[in-house]
């Protein structure tokens, strides 16, 4: 089992200053089969990020994602007050597909 | 639109069985694979299982083999999670979700969820 770990736990940041989240897996991730999301409290998790860098539908360009092998990182250039969230990363190149533990991203 | 609506949660005791269900709209189901996840209260996501678009094929994360069953009718637009021997660790919201990929296999990261339903086992 392939196993993700996120840093930091907490990022602390002011709107309109960029946030680097960092997701390094425990063995290579094979064809950067990995996916980035966000969630709200009492929502469901929103797809970001698939193939460790391309955006799914809908996302705006300030979410970039980049990496391979065993070091990803998700970028978002310019904080909006919308994007304080909990950021998880996921890998699906082998079964069992795995979650990272999460990255609370707060407004400092 | 897509939509994913669980049900079937509740407060269960220890030892017994629960099952979930996701009814789903919007697309066609029968041409997509599912998962479930789970999230535990104030933890993070945690993958259960996925199921190919005919069922044929299931995969489950290695803490769940032999007490939980993926399962589908898609006759009924209906993804299922028979929950057996249950434990006080697997309490959480579980969400169902569609697989990113149409067709023949499945890519293993979801693209829908649905808001989830909370299981909750204690005596």
């Known amino acids: 089992e392939i196993v993700l770990t996120q840093s930091p736990g907490t990022l602390s940041l002011s709107p309109g200053e960029r946030a680097t989240l960092s997701c390094r897996a425990s063995q290579s991730v094979s064809s950067s089969y990995l996916a980035w999301y966000q969630q709200k409290p009492g929502q469901a998790p929103r797809l970001l990020i698939y193939?460790?860098?391309s955006r799914a539908t809908g996302i705006p360009d300030r979410f970039s994602g980049s990496g391979s092998g065993t070091d990803f990182t998700l970028s978002i250039s310019r904080l909006e007050p919308e994007d304080f969230a909990v950021y998880y990363c996921?890998?699906?190149?082998?079964?069992?597909?795995?979650f990272g533990q999460g990255t609370k991203l707060e407004i400092k | 639109q897509v939509q994913l609506v669980e049900s079937g949660g509740g407060v269960v005791q220890p030892g017994r069985s629960l099952r979930l269900s996701c009814a789903a709209s919007?697309?066609?189901?029968?041409?997509?694979?599912m998962h479930w996840v789970r999230q535990a209260p104030g933890k993070g996501l945690e993958w259960v299982a996925v199921i190919w678009y005919d069922g044929s094929n299931k995969y489950y994360a290695d803490y769940v083999k032999g007490r939980l069953t993926i399962s589908r009718d898609n006759f009924e637009n209906t993804l299922y999670l028979q929950m057996n021997s249950l434990r006080a660790e697997d309490t959480a919201v579980y969400y169902c979700?569609?697989?990113?990929?149409?067709?023949?296999?499945?890519?293993?990261?979801?693209?829908?969820w649905g808001q989830g339903t909370l299981v909750t086992v204690s005596s």
């Open positions: 193939g460790a860098s």
């Open positions: 996921q890998q699906y190149g082998s079964s069992p597909y795995t």
């Open positions: 979700a569609r697989d990113s990929r149409y067709g023949d296999y499945v890519r293993g990261f979801p693209d829908y």
């Open positions: 919007g697309f066609t189901f029968s041409s997509y694979g």
